[in-house]
């Protein structure tokens, strides 16, 4: 009998974390979760605190595209059937754009949009009817964001691409739902604002991670599209729809 289970990107902290918690304590059909992060010794970590389903870790760096050939052969070789593909590994880096790391600029394309990419493609052939995919974009996704842009501008890749992926997988029943939370308290956000002061409506609608998750989680289920957790965030969504972009530009500079 084939496998059910689920894959989890960016599983060692954060959002990854918090989706492998809820998922793990809410789908008890799932035989295995499959967790891809860099850091072995956090997945490992994992492993050996979760009693519910077994964790398999998979220590990968998505930057590099070689090493997708290790999940894309443990899948041909396993055949599982996936109920759940969380693409939750990101980057961020705030500045003026000029000022940025090349290093960190390109990153931010290879993880946010690339990586992201390539990991649907491998594990889509091997999804069940009544999958779902969920993708992290962000609230950031609505509009460009001066001192953010390249950011914003991949995560407006991944809102856009998940949302066409989602029509086009309607006849096989998967579930494609963009996540685009505002700010979220976790060890991303404090990395990506390493190097500036965090302005002050950033922390005034700071979400929790299990908050998030649940919205997902609970859109997905009502087959919804896009998830957009807590009301600050609905409104920066509906305002962003209604008012001209360099209009918003200028709000938010």
Same mark, same amino acid.
Do not use: Q, Y
């Given at each position: 009998m084939r496998k059910k289970i689920a894959i989890v990107t960016g599983?060692?902290?954060?959002?990854?974390?918090?989706?492998?918690k809820q998922i793990t304590m809410r789908y008890s059909f799932l035989d295995e979760v499959w967790v891809i992060a860099r850091r072995m010794d956090r997945l490992e970590e994992l492993k050996s605190n979760n009693s519910k389903i077994k964790i398999v870790p998979m220590a990968m760096d998505l930057n590099d595209m070689s090493q997708f050939l290790e999940l894309e052969n443990k899948?041909?070789?396993e055949k599982p059937k996936v109920f759940f593909l969380v693409n939750s590994a990101g980057f961020g880096s705030v500045g003026l754009f000029e000022d940025l790391d090349e290093k960190d600029?390109?990153?931010?394309?290879?993880?946010?949009?690339? =990586?992201l990419t390539m990991m649907t493609y491998k594990v889509l052939p091997f999804m069940a009817k009544g999958a779902y995919i969920y993708q992290?974009?962000?609230?950031?996704?609505f509009v460009p964001q001066p001192k953010f842009g390249i950011y914003a501008a991949t995560k407006s890749f991944v809102l856009s691409f998940s949302k066409s992926l989602n029509v086009e997988l309607k006849d096989r029943h998967i579930q494609v739902? =963009?996540?685009?939370?505002?700010?979220?308290?976790?060890?991303?956000?404090d990395l990506a604002y390493e190097k500036t002061n965090i302005k002050m409506y950033k922390l005034l609608v700071m979400a929790k991670p299990e908050k998030v998750v649940e919205k997902a989680l609970k859109d997905g289920a009502n087959k919804k599209s896009v998830s957009v957790y807590g009301l600050p965030m609905k409104m920066v969504q509906i305002l962003c729809k209604v008012f001209p972009w360099d209009f918003a530009m200028k709000f938010i500079r």
């Open positions: 599983a060692s902290s954060g959002m990854g974390r918090e989706f492998i899948l041909k070789e600029v390109a990153g931010m394309i290879d993880i946010n949009c690339r =990586a992290f974009a962000s609230s950031a996704a739902v =963009a996540i685009c939370p505002g700010p979220v308290k976790t060890e991303f956000f």
